[in-house]
């Protein structure tokens, strides 16, 4: 996978396993594409609302 462009980036980002984006989520400043990164990791772990925990219950 070439990595050239913000769509290869996402597609990359979402073929690394939870731990790796974990990983680099806690390093973001030392990488060429934080905000990506950022979105990427938010993505998989979103906080869940107050409602999601209720209904969980």
Do not use: G
Not at 9 to 15: S, V
Not at 25 to 53: A, G, H, N
């Amino acid at each position: 996978m070439e990595i050239k462009s913000e769509k290869s980036i996402k597609e990359y980002l979402k073929t690394l396993p939870d731990d790796t984006v974990i990983k680099y989520y806690l390093d973001v400043e030392y990488s060429p594409f934080p905000l990506l990164l950022i979105e990427e990791y938010t993505r998989r772990f979103k906080r869940k609302t107050k409602d999601e925990i209720l209904k969980d219950l």
